[in-house]
């Protein structure tokens, strides 16, 4: 099966014609070597899909429809102390297909929030590289407890699965949640009896609770 190139090019879509950026261009050129007429799909990040052609530095629209958001899923993450286990998080969440990803205030936290920049540039390499059709929505800063939508669990150690819908789910950092921060509204949930790193905990949460 050929590979067919995925772009991510904002809407609105007003020309018949939509313009790739730099980088896109110099991807497409140099290192997958598409040719004029090859056969491209894009997304304006919203749900728009579509199925063009390649000619020039743009991207020639053709037949588009709109997709659903595959799910509803906020992860509210403490963010890792190593730079490149944060953008495992934001890379591997946004191929999942997780709405939005919060970076979580906790007690025992140490890491910083990566800038929005390079987070959405993670995000929109993921999108392109999942041929996803949503590009996930990113926190700029650290939040507290009170900021998150409810309904509300918390991911912890040893604790069983549950099938209760909630609308965030909460991964800790390396040292784990202090049990006092927890709000007691908080449903507990569990990935197995073992401690999870939390760049693992935050992928294995949206792929079990998606």
């Known amino acids: 099966m050929k590979h067919v190139p995925h772009l991510y090019v904002p ?5 018949p014609a939509l313009e790739a950026t730099g980088e896109q261009i110099a991807h497409m050129r140099r290192v997958l070597r598409i ?19 390649w000619s020039g530095n743009s991207v020639i629209r053709g037949d588009e429809e709109s997709r659903r958001r595959p799910g509803s899923l906020v992860l509210a993450v403490a963010p890792p102390a190593n730079r490149d286990r944060a953008r495992f998080v934001v890379e591997k969440l946004a191929e999942v297909g997780v709405e939005s990803l919060l970076w979580l205030a906790t007690r025992h936290g140490t890491g910083r929030v990566p800038s929005l920049q390079k987070q959405r540039g993670w995000a929109i ?63 507990g949930v569990g990935l197995g009896e073992t401690i999870l790193r939390v760049e693992t905990a935050a992928l294995a949460a949206a792929v079990k609770f998606h």
């Not at 809407?11 to 020309?15: C, T």
């Not at 040719?35 to 052609?53: N, P, Q, R």
């Not at 202090?178 to 509204?185: M, Q, R, V």
């Open 11 to 15: 809407g609105p879509w007003r020309d």
């Open 35 to 53: 040719d004029d007429g090859a056969e491209v799909t894009y997304t304006d990040g919203v749900g728009e899909f579509g199925h063009g052609k």
């Open 125 to 187: 390499s993921a999108l392109e590289q999942s041929r996803g059709s949503w590009l996930m929505a990113l926190g700029e800063d650290l939040v507290g407890w009170a900021a998150l939508e409810r309904p509300l669990a918390a991911c912890l150690p040893g604790e069983p699965g549950s099938e209760a819908s909630f609308r965030t789910l909460a991964i800790g950092p390396e040292g784990g949640f202090d049990p006092g921060e927890i709000p007691k509204d908080a449903r």
